[in-house]
């Protein structure tokens, strides 16, 4: 019998976000946990040239994850590969993450032009900016191809990669440990903002962006409040769409009871004031705001897409409705108001924290790395039979 494969002792991850996303924060925590397992992780950040440091790259400092930063020119800048690819060389990585349509580009040139690096190719969603970006998501999910497995949040994403077979993986985000508070006033800044509201407090924390479903919140919110429910609304984040909700909001007469909170460094000040949360995406694949809002033991009510189903199942973590509804969102928000929380829903809280921990997510790129380094190896000693 052959030994298994030796697990890797250099991990390298190419990203090109500049915020701190979800995606962007399980990247870090992983990193933080690997090390402790006694790999060593080096994050890429693709920096567009002339903007001031990335607030990613502020948190990876402060968090001590090790990283490098290459600047960028624009969409088509050639020496953004050459400089990763003198990076990776310099650092010797067994295994490469890439995690957005940008590093994903970096890799697929790196391979054409003979780099060898086992790549593993993450595939957190797609967003909908603007056309030139949805093009670029189209794209990187088409060069994905080139790499040795592609790992997806949901089993949804892994049936829109199944052309690639058992080179698809799913590895669920994991529920992270809840962040030191960054700003002593933050707490004081959403009190004030948020202050003579009338309760219970309906809340949305994510991107401001159209496949998050913000606008059909609104909507729901507009038949609630029209209906006669006292309750006030809460939206936590930001992104191109704000200034498209802020006016619909006026537009639906919801300016006294909903208040746009913009970007929060300490989340859990919001997740404390809420009575229920709401995820309204239109698509998904794991959202951290999701797991998030179970850590916090908030009430939930979301949409069933992507891996939300997968993570609640049939319990009683969540009330899940069709996306793109706001009469069912309204209705499934009117009934956890009405009825209150329960002891089961708690208990269905917990089981999904318990099961998805950042543990499991360690484990599971553990076992994906040594499948990776054993097809290596397989195709290694192809190459040395056909050379004799």
Same mark, same amino acid.
């Given at each position: 019998?052959?030994?298994?494969?030796?697990?890797?002792?250099?991990?390298?991850?190419?990203?090109?976000?500049?915020?701190?996303?979800?995606?962007?924060?399980?990247?870090?925590?992983?990193?933080?946990?690997?090390?402790?397992?006694?790999?060593?992780?080096?994050?890429?950040?693709?920096?567009?040239?002339?903007?001031?440091?990335?607030?990613?790259?502020?948190?990876?400092?402060?968090?001590?994850?090790?990283?490098?930063?290459?600047?960028?020119?624009?969409?088509?800048?050639?020496?953004?590969?050459?400089?990763?690819?003198?990076?990776?060389?310099?650092?010797?990585?067994?295994?490469?993450?890439?995690?957005?349509?940008?590093?994903?580009?970096?890799?697929?040139?790196?391979?054409?032009?003979?780099?060898?690096?086992?790549?593993?190719?993450?595939?957190?969603?797609?967003?909908?900016?603007?056309?030139?970006?949805?093009?670029?998501?189209?794209?990187?999910?088409?060069?994905?191809?080139?790499?040795?497995?592609?790992?997806?949040?949901?089993?949804?994403?892994?049936?829109?990669?199944?052309?690639?077979?058992?080179?698809?993986?799913?590895?669920?985000?994991?529920?992270?440990?809840?962040?030191?508070?960054?700003?002593?006033?933050?707490?004081?800044?959403?009190?004030?903002? =948020?202050?003579?509201?009338? !309760?219970? +407090?309906?809340? %949305?924390?994510?991107?401001?962006?159209?496949? @998050?479903?913000? &606008? #059909? /919140?609104?909507?729901?919110?507009?038949?609630?409040?029209?209906?006669?429910?006292?309750?006030?609304?809460?939206?936590?984040?930001?992104?191109?769409?704000?200034?498209?909700?802020?006016?619909?909001?006026?537009?639906?007469? =919801?300016?006294?009871?909903? !208040?746009? +909170?913009?970007? %929060?460094?300490?989340?859990?000040?919001?997740? @404390?004031?809420? &009575? #229920? /949360?709401?995820?309204?995406?239109?698509?998904?694949?794991?959202?951290?705001?999701?797991?998030?809002?179970?850590?916090?033991?908030?009430?939930?009510?979301?949409?069933?897409?992507?891996?939300?189903?997968?993570?609640?199942?049939?319990?009683?973590?969540? !009330?899940?409705?069709?996306?793109?509804?706001?009469?069912?969102?309204?209705?499934?928000?009117?009934? #956890?108001?009405?009825?209150?929380?329960?002891?089961?829903?708690?208990?269905?809280?917990?089981?999904?924290?318990?099961?998805?921990?950042?543990?499991?997510?360690?484990?599971?790129?553990?076992?994906?790395?040594?499948?990776?380094?054993?097809?290596?190896?397989?195709?290694?000693?192809?190459?040395?039979?056909?050379?004799?």
């Amino acid at each position: 019998m052959s030994a298994s494969p030796p697990l890797p002792g250099r991990v390298a991850a190419v990203i090109g976000t500049e915020a701190v996303s979800g995606p962007g924060r399980q990247l870090a925590a992983l990193a933080q946990a690997l090390e402790a397992q006694g790999i060593r992780c080096l994050l890429v950040l693709l920096h567009r040239r002339g903007r001031p440091p990335s607030p990613f790259e502020k948190y990876l400092a402060a968090a001590g994850v090790e990283h490098r930063v290459v600047e960028d020119r624009g969409p088509i800048d050639w020496r953004v590969a050459r400089e990763v690819n003198r990076i990776l060389r310099d650092w010797n990585p067994f295994i490469v993450h890439t995690h957005d349509y940008k590093a994903t580009a970096v890799l697929y040139v790196l391979r054409a032009l003979g780099a060898r690096y086992p790549w593993v190719g993450f595939f957190h969603g797609s967003t909908t900016k603007d056309l030139k970006d949805r093009v670029y998501d189209w794209v990187g999910q088409r060069l994905l191809g080139a790499a040795d497995h592609i790992v997806v949040m949901s089993t949804a994403q892994a049936h829109t990669f199944r052309r690639h077979g058992s080179r698809v993986r799913i590895i669920y985000n994991a529920v992270l440990p809840e962040a030191q508070q960054i700003s002593p006033t933050e707490g004081g800044r959403i009190a004030e903002q =948020l202050g003579g509201l009338p !309760r219970p +407090l309906i809340g %949305v924390v994510s991107r401001l962006s159209s496949e @998050k479903g913000v &606008d #059909v /919140f609104l909507d729901a919110c507009a038949m609630l409040f029209q209906n006669g429910c006292t309750a006030s609304a809460v939206i936590a984040g930001d992104g191109p769409e704000r200034a498209r909700l802020e006016e619909q909001c006026g537009r639906q007469r =919801l300016d006294s009871a909903v !208040r746009f +909170l913009g970007h %929060v460094d300490d989340m859990a000040v919001v997740y @404390k004031r809420l &009575d #229920v /949360f709401v995820l309204p995406s239109r698509s998904e694949g794991l959202p951290n705001a999701l797991l998030e809002a179970l850590r916090a033991d908030v009430p939930v009510v979301a949409t069933a897409v992507g891996a939300v189903p997968e993570v609640v199942g049939a319990s009683a973590a969540a !009330r899940l409705v069709p996306p793109g509804s706001p009469a069912a969102l309204a209705e499934a928000i009117r009934a #956890v108001m009405l009825e209150g929380d329960s002891p089961a829903a708690a208990a269905s809280r917990r089981e999904v924290v318990q099961n998805f921990t950042l543990e499991r997510r360690v484990t599971a790129h553990l076992e994906l790395y040594a499948d990776v380094l054993a097809d290596r190896a397989r195709v290694t000693r192809s190459r040395r039979i056909k050379s004799w």
